[in-house]
């Protein structure tokens, strides 16, 4: 059974910086497309960020140059580190996991607060 345990969240000062982990296991990890999402209060989900099982990256637009997704393999883990925070960043932050096409699984998330 595939599971995805997310952490690192937590409140910050706006302009600070956070980095999520999600850490993966039953599964051969380094195959899997990852992905992070994000919930903010009262809103839909959102795309934030993906790396291929290849190591190569996509960003939503307005999150360019201040995120970055990156994946250590032999940790079964992919991070997103998050600079310049922003009050607007406040939300839950979700991992997810490609199994194959259209078939993911899901963590249960980490609350990143920035306060203004």
């Known amino acids: 059974q595939v599971q995805l345990v997310e952490s690192g969240g937590g409140l910050v000062q706006a302009g600070g910086s956070l980095r999520l982990s999600c850490a993966a296991s039953?599964?051969?990890?380094?195959?899997?497309?990852m992905g992070w999402y994000r919930q903010p209060p009262g809103k839909e989900r959102e795309w934030v960020a993906s790396?291929?099982?290849?190591?190569?990256?996509n960003y939503a637009d307005s999150l360019k140059g201040r995120f970055t997704i990156s994946r250590d393999n032999a940790k079964n883990t992919v991070y997103l580190q998050m600079n310049s925070l922003k009050p607007e960043d406040t939300a839950v932050y979700y991992c997810?996991?490609?199994?194959?096409?259209?078939?993911?699984?899901w963590g249960k998330g980490t609350l990143v607060t920035v306060s203004s």
């Open positions: 790396i291929t099982s290849g190591g190569s990256t």
């Open positions: 997810r996991l490609t199994i194959s096409g259209g078939i993911f699984v």
């Open positions: 039953g599964t051969i990890f380094s195959m899997n497309p």
